[in-house]
């Protein structure tokens, strides 16, 4: 195995997982408690909880399927079952047939069928088991770069973020990118003042219209509700800190994707068409994002913070990195890399950079993240109809 | 120990991430070249220094782009701040103001 390659699971539909998840889906909220008894009692299962999936309609519903079915068809994922209740409107057999189209084994259940919670736990035990022997017998074997789709998040931010642990990774990312990897930037919210440097990146105008467009949709809903967050950037604390202009100040957020062509601006959870840097239109709140990323497709997710944070995923990895020395002390529990030397001037970002790529590579290889020893595997979907109910 | 950052080799600012008193000498290697800079002014954590001269009207670039425009002559190891440095969206507002 070469410097730049990993070790991970081949899929029927060509794409390379780092996990091999027996996933189990919760269709809606009733179903929670079944799908998480399910997945304690059979190897190498996780389930997935959230509040939703009963009462949306419109783009609302489109978005809580979709969620629900990326989720599932992101290639750490080997096999699926679907648990619903049997009345909500996101049913567990939609989600199941959207899923099956990637051609791993999938299947669904509802309480209401079933007879009852309990029989609902055995049955889906059952099925589950059964889905378990040919689902986990694949080995890994080696795969390029150019078989990754990296997310990239910061959330719990200060002055080390957009100093040190950004520009690192944005090191990673670009590395990735040229080896014809993929690449995925989520918050758009926090691109405001950079969007003319992501535009001028983009492959073509229609492209460059929707990085445009994606910071005018939040400065116009921050202006709804009597906000200039152009004029009121950068903040006086920002300029005491150091950061001269609102340019800067994005830049320090968005130098985490690199800095190579924007391929397209991806909707929430949507899975990109084809490789290189692409940009997602959400924004930003941290585990919506790492939901968002993992749905669209995404094998790991590097998460930058500088104040700490636990955030993990049920699907993808999650590899904490930090510039701030105490925080990583205080919290090295949830932390994976120590980047604070950038800080120390002991380490340049490009060789931290390395290092964080290195650690990225043994995480898709199987090496668990701190958030994966912890079990912190946290679900939330960004809402479409956010004041409908 | 003097601690900076160059974010990437077409910048022309530097980040101090310790504070850097002026007079000090600092070498920069940027691109594969050594370059020698005498900070001009005290510099906070956090701030940003010149690397090379920057004309009024010339651009400031760090992570690899634009971040703002020099409103005053800006001389290698001078403070790089709010005093001599505006957004670009400001200074197309002042060009398009002035040329009224």
Same mark, same amino acid.
């Given at each position: 195995?070469? *410097?730049?390659?990993?070790?991970?699971?081949?899929?029927?539909?060509?794409?390379?997982?780092?996990?091999?998840?027996?996933?189990?889906?919760? %269709?809606?909220?009733?179903?929670?408690?079944?799908?998480?008894?399910?997945?304690?009692?059979?190897?190498?299962?996780?389930? @997935?909880?959230?509040?939703?999936?009963?009462?949306?309609?419109?783009?609302?519903?489109? /978005?809580?399927?979709?969620?629900?079915?990326?989720?599932?068809?992101?290639?750490?994922?080997?096999?699926?079952?679907?648990?619903?209740?049997?009345?909500?409107?996101?049913?567990?057999?939609?989600?199941?047939?959207?899923?099956?189209?990637?051609?791993?084994?999938?299947?669904?259940?509802?309480?209401?069928?079933?007879?009852?919670?309990?029989?609902?736990?055995?049955?889906?035990?059952?099925?589950?088991?059964?889905?378990?022997?040919?689902?986990?017998?694949?080995? /890994?074997?080696?795969?390029?770069?150019?078989?990754?789709?990296?997310?990239?998040?910061?959330?719990?931010?200060?002055?080390?973020?957009?100093?040190?642990?950004?520009? %690192?990774?944005?090191?990673?990312?670009?590395?990735?990118?040229?080896?014809?990897?993929?690449?995925?930037?989520?918050?758009?919210?926090?691109?405001?003042?950079?969007?003319?440097?992501?535009?001028?990146?983009?492959?073509?105008?229609?492209?460059?219209?929707?990085? +445009?467009?994606?910071?005018?949709?939040?400065? #116009?809903?921050?202006?709804?509700?009597? @906000?200039?967050?152009?004029?009121?950037?950068?903040?006086?604390?920002?300029?005491?800190?150091? @950061? &001269?202009?609102?340019?800067?100040?994005?830049? *320090?957020?968005?130098? #985490?994707?690199?800095?190579?062509?924007?391929?397209?601006?991806?909707? +929430?959870?949507?899975?990109?068409?084809?490789?290189?840097?692409?940009?997602?239109?959400?924004?930003?709140?941290?585990?919506?994002?790492? &939901?968002?990323?993992?749905?669209?497709?995404?094998?790991?997710?590097?998460?930058?913070?500088?104040?700490?944070?636990?955030?993990?995923?049920?699907?993808?990895?999650?590899?904490?990195?930090?510039?701030?020395?105490? &925080?990583?002390?205080?919290?090295?529990?949830?932390?994976?890399?120590?980047?604070?030397?950038?800080?120390?001037?002991?380490?340049?970002?490009?060789?931290? *950079?390395?290092?964080?790529?290195?650690?990225?590579?043994?995480?898709?290889?199987?090496?668990?993240?701190?958030?994966?020893?912890?079990?912190?595997?946290?679900?939330?979907?960004?809402?479409?109809?956010?004041?409908?109910? | 120990?003097?601690?900076?950052?160059?974010?990437?080799?077409?910048?022309?600012?530097?980040?101090?991430?310790?504070?850097?008193?002026?007079?000090?000498?600092?070498?920069?290697?940027?691109?594969?070249?050594?370059?020698?800079?005498?900070?001009?002014?005290?510099?906070?954590?956090?701030?940003?220094?010149?690397?090379?001269?920057?004309?009024?009207?010339?651009?400031?670039?760090?992570?690899?782009?634009?971040?703002?425009?020099?409103?005053?002559?800006?001389?290698?190891?001078?403070?790089?701040?709010?005093?001599?440095?505006?957004?670009?969206?400001?200074?197309?507002?002042?060009?398009?103001?002035?040329?009224?």
């Amino acid at each position: 195995m070469s *410097g730049l390659e990993f070790m991970g699971y081949r899929r029927k539909d060509g794409s390379v997982g780092v996990r091999n998840h027996l996933l189990v889906v919760s %269709a809606v909220s009733c179903a929670n408690h079944v799908a998480r008894r399910i997945a304690e009692q059979v190897k190498n299962a996780v389930s @997935i909880t959230h509040p939703y999936g009963c009462g949306h309609i419109g783009e609302d519903f489109l /978005r809580v399927w979709g969620t629900l079915s990326g989720l599932g068809a992101n290639p750490n994922v080997a096999g699926v079952l679907v648990v619903g209740l049997g009345c909500e409107n996101v049913t567990a057999s939609l989600i199941a047939g959207e899923i099956a189209k990637t051609g791993k084994p999938v299947e669904w259940i509802n309480i209401q069928d079933e007879g009852g919670s309990l029989k609902a736990v055995q049955r889906g035990c059952e099925l589950l088991v059964e889905m378990a022997g040919d689902a986990l017998d694949v080995e /890994r074997e080696p795969c390029g770069l150019n078989e990754l789709v990296l997310g990239t998040e910061c959330g719990g931010s200060d002055a080390t973020s957009g100093l040190a642990s950004n520009p %690192a990774v944005g090191v990673v990312a670009d590395i990735v990118v040229d080896a014809g990897g993929t690449v995925i930037l989520p918050e758009s919210s926090e691109w405001i003042g950079a969007e003319h440097i992501l535009a001028s990146r983009a492959v073509n105008s229609e492209v460059a219209k929707k990085c +445009y467009d994606a910071v005018e949709y939040y400065v #116009k809903r921050a202006m709804e509700l009597g @906000i200039d967050f152009r004029g009121a950037q950068p903040t006086p604390g920002n300029i005491a800190g150091g @950061i &001269t202009t609102i340019e800067e100040k994005s830049l *320090g957020t968005i130098c #985490k994707a690199g800095s190579r062509p924007v391929q397209d601006v991806l909707g +929430y959870g949507e899975k990109p068409k084809g490789k290189g840097l692409y940009l997602m239109n959400e924004p930003g709140l941290d585990i919506e994002s790492i &939901t968002g990323l993992a749905a669209a497709g995404c094998q790991v997710i590097i998460f930058t913070t500088g104040r700490g944070t636990p955030a993990g995923s049920p699907v993808s990895p999650v590899v904490k990195v930090t510039a701030n020395k105490e &925080t990583f002390n205080k919290m090295r529990c949830d932390i994976d890399v120590d980047v604070s030397s950038i800080i120390e001037g002991e380490e340049t970002i490009e060789d931290a *950079g390395r290092r964080i790529l290195n650690e990225v590579l043994m995480v898709a290889s199987g090496k668990p993240t701190k958030s994966e020893l912890i079990g912190n595997m946290e679900v939330a979907i960004l809402r479409a109809a956010k004041y409908m109910f | 120990m003097v601690k900076f950052v160059v974010m990437s080799e077409k910048d022309n600012v530097a980040t101090a991430v310790s504070e850097i008193r002026s007079g000090t000498k600092v070498n920069v290697r940027i691109g594969g070249r050594e370059l020698e800079v005498e900070i001009k002014n005290d510099i906070p954590f956090g701030h940003k220094f010149a690397l090379r001269d920057i004309d009024v009207g010339g651009n400031v670039v760090k992570y690899g782009e634009v971040i703002g425009v020099a409103t005053k002559p800006i001389k290698a190891g001078e403070h790089v701040h709010v005093h001599n440095v505006v957004s670009s969206f400001v200074w197309k507002a002042m060009k398009e103001a002035g040329e009224r």
